[in-house]
DNA sequence: CCCATTACTGACTCACTGGTCAGTTATTAT
DNA sequence: ATAATAACTGACCAGTGAGTCAGTAATGGG
């Protein structure tokens, strides 16, 4: 009796797919991957990859997509419904949130963006719609709900939300180049929003 | 008189390669980008290009070295040589820099090096000995002197550089992958340094 | 048990590109 | 002028990898 050469698993094969292609896309970009070790790392032959995945850039889109539903949705409910006073919630849930995302497939995932976002303009669009938009928009209305509630002026500037993330992104790209040179990216961005903070309280 | 072929001009070849495979690189990455493309922006042929460059990678990290070049050395003479307050200086010519970055050259040069500085480490410490670890030092020093003269408190955080440059960082990445929403990063960076700015001042 | 269905395989094709090299032409020295 | 030199060309090669497809085998229904 030997062992049935494969078993028929329609519906895990496309999970089981992009995550093998999202690691493989992490070591070594869009361009240098090859589709065929996607396909072995997945445990699947070439041929029944492009079933399911048209294309190299089919594949590419949705692992990108793979990654990016639903990672921000906790965070963006608790903003939305939290008893915490705006600076509360920024020192907190906000400042976590900040602090784990470079270490995060997120990170992955923006610098193939930034490597390839300008030949996959549709990819963007999708990002900004499903992520950066969505983000800022919610830090923006926290913040909104500070300046109302009179925790904040309300001089508080109309790009506080770029101003807010920025050291998680510097923290992002030190890791992803500078890896071996070490910064405290936590304590960058403690610092960070306690500069914030001061500057926008009343 | 037939016009002739071709001139020699052993001097200038390098430079019109490099300038030409700058803009094949930025435009396609990498991966993407074509040597005969390049040899064929540079008005050369490709087996002459090979006789510069002994292969795709050297020519790439050419590229590099010859943006990095002496860019930062303008703003590094002028921290050191300064008249001017601390303060002044940051308000002032730093800022000015820093508001030149995200459309220049070097952004790309960025953006390449995240997208393929994994599999380029040589290249990375290239760039962090002569880009990044000169221009936080200087940056550095200048907070120090400010310390030093009684500008600013002395628990002058050490990330304080970092944190200066991350919205210029920003400003970068949204150019890159967001050209068309529309962000005042000038703004971004000045209400920043106010804000950093009136944290560390006494 | 047998047949129909379809998930799945992997050998193959073909376009493409990094790199080479034998030969050509501009330039310089004599 | 002529020969020697070296900058330069472009056809070519060999390796590679995206995408295909004819065939195989697992599964489910009758």
New interface residues.
Partial sequence: MAEPRYQRRKQDRPKEITEAAFDVFA??????ARVEEVAKRAGVSKGLLYLYFKTKEELFKAVIRSVVIRRLDALLVTIETTELSSEAFIRGPLLEFMKRVPGSPVAVVI?L???????HPDL?DYY?ENV?SKGLGAIARCVERGVERGEFRDTA?T?LP??L???M??SM??K???AK?T??TD??ME??I???L??IKL
């Fill in positions: 070591e070594h970009g869009y361009a240098s610098r963006l930034i490597a390839e976002g300008q030949r963007v900004w950066v500037v790009q770029q101003l993330v920025a050291p992104m510097v790209i030190w992803i180049l500078f040179r910064l405290d304590k960058l610092t960070h306690e500069m914030v001061a500057y």
